[in-house]
């Protein structure tokens, strides 16, 4: 059963890549994603605020609060919290490249256009065989437009394009006024891959405490269908390949995210509770899910559940949404 892809230039056995997670920042966890059946791995972020706070002392914004109330500023972590600087994630990616033979892709995440975005031409020169540009934004002040957050976002991929050679994915959130327009001026500004969709990971609150406390639940199977929705509708829109990314725990989600649009699959959540063995699993229920009903290639299924033949891609949504409205019983 041939299962090869091509996912940012990198030829790939298979399109089920290990995502950007803890597990990452471990050696030994990544030689065991390769082992596990990995196409290919994507280290954790570097994220802009290691970078400026090695060289101003302070993590970036964290004055924003200074005006509000005091529990504010437990909304950001500690500076003692991330697991590796600047330096010592670039020795990581060395090591990882030594380490394994599948391609490896850094992860830098940020939200301002600055001197920060030259790790990404440090990451090319360790060695990083692509990089994913993780656009992590959440736009709460009332005076900034829509417009204004998205030219900040392009500033930085055409910043990171113009920098490197290496081909770069951007990973994005839903929370886009348009998202087909975004998306399609992301592949003007060059981008390489797109990547559906960032998890904004909610805190709780303490009423007791009065604090505010970082919550992380890992996804399941029904986050896929945001990804599903999305890939479906840019497939034909799109001349850069889509990866997805959140929800990615069966065979059978794996084949719906290809006949999505998908071209590469990544895996988080699903790694975390079961290890590296559950990209194997994946990997081996997708071959067999296709040999059963007689596909050849992914090639012949990727897109066959996208909306490229649908005229009205708006009126479609509109359709399913009233249906699934009617159609409740109690």
């Known amino acids: 059963m041939n299962l090869k892809t091509t996912y940012l230039g990198l030829e790939l056995e298979h399109p089920v890549i290990a995502g950007a997670s803890p597990l990452g920042a471990d050696l030994d966890a990544v030689r065991g994603l390769e082992d596990g059946g990995a196409a290919a791995i994507i280290l954790p972020s570097l994220f802009e605020e290691q970078i400026t706070r090695e060289e ?27 697991v590796l600087g600047p330096e010592s994630y670039l020795n990581h990616l060395r090591k990882v490249k030594e380490a394994v033979r599948i391609p490896v892709i850094g992860s830098l995440n940020g939200v301002t256009n600055g001197g920060w975005l030259e790790y990404a031409v440090k990451m090319e020169k360790t060695g990083a065989d692509a990089l994913e540009l993780n656009l992590y934004y959440l736009a709460t002040n009332p005076l900034e437009t829509a417009d204004t957050v998205e030219k900040r976002m392009l500033e930085i991929v055409r910043t990171v394009k113009s920098s490197v050679k290496i081909p770069v994915a951007v990973k994005l959130s ?42 992380l639940e890992l996804s399941t199977s029904a986050e896929l269908r945001l990804r ?35 071209t590469g699959i990544q895996m988080v959540s699903a ?19 296709m040999d059963e009903h007689e596909y050849e290639s992914l090639s012949q299924m ?3 559940l996208s909306l490229m033949k649908c005229p009205n891609p708006q009126a479609f949504e509109r359709a399913n949404y009233m249906r699934v409205l009617a159609g409740w019983k109690g």
């Not at 960032?198 to 805190?203: A, I, M, T």
């Open 271 to 289: 790694t975390l509770k079961h290890g590296p063995g559950a990209i194997k699993a994946v990997r081996k229920g997708m071959a067999e899910w």
């Open 228 to 262: 599903l929705r999305w890939l479906a509708l840019l497939y034909s829109h799109l001349d850069v390949p889509m990866a997805v990314t959140g929800g990615i725990h069966t065979p059978e989600d794996a084949i719906k995210a290809t006949m999505a649009g998908a």
């Open 174 to 215: 839903p929370f886009f006024s348009s998202l087909a327009h975004f998306a399609k001026v992301l592949q003007g500004a060059g981008a390489d891959a797109v990547v559906l969709f960032n998890r904004f990971y909610q805190p709780d609150l303490d009423i007791e405490d009065l604090q505010v406390v970082p919550a």
């Open 56 to 82: 101003s002392g302070t993590l970036y914004d964290l004055n924003s609060s200074a005006e509000s109330f005091a529990e504010a500023t437990s909304y950001f972590p500690r500076v003692d919290e991330t």
């Open 302 to 304: 990727r897109g066959s």
